[in-house]
């Protein structure tokens, strides 16, 4: 059984920053893809960033520049740093692993989610 545990999340005033994490846990052989989503209310799950295992990083492009995002592969967990934040970045963020539970058995998991809202 594999769990993804998303924290960081919170309040934060606009123009200020939050840090999310990430950690998979559980039967891993080995972790492909890991990224993040978001869904504001009323609207769909949308990409934020996703990274692969040797580290490349691919982003929406209306959050370039604002939001990085980085792995340790040594403790399966994920980050995001999110700068500058804005009232419209509200929404439940999402983690997202692809994970192979044995050589070849691959699976896609997701985390619970975790708030963030932007707000004065």
């Known amino acids: 059984q594999v769990q993804l545990v998303e924290s960081g999340g919170g309040l934060v005033q606009p123009g200020g920053s939050l840090r999310l994490s990430c950690a998979a846990s559980g039967t891993i052989f080995s972790i492909t893809t890991m990224g993040w989503y978001r869904q504001a209310p009323g609207k769909e799950r949308e990409l934020v960033a996703t990274?692969?295992?040797?580290?490349?990083?691919n982003y929406t492009d209306s959050l370039k520049g604002r939001f990085t995002i980085s792995r340790d592969n040594a403790k399966n967990t994920v980050y995001l740093q999110m700068n500058s934040l804005k009232p419209e970045d509200t929404a439940v963020y999402y983690c997202?692993?692809?994970?192979?539970?044995?050589?070849?058995?691959?699976?896609?998991?997701w985390g619970q989610g975790t708030q963030v809202t932007v707000s004065s």
């Open positions: 990274i692969t295992s040797g580290r490349t990083p």
């Open positions: 997202n692993a692809g994970i192979y539970i044995s050589r070849y058995s691959w699976y896609t998991y």
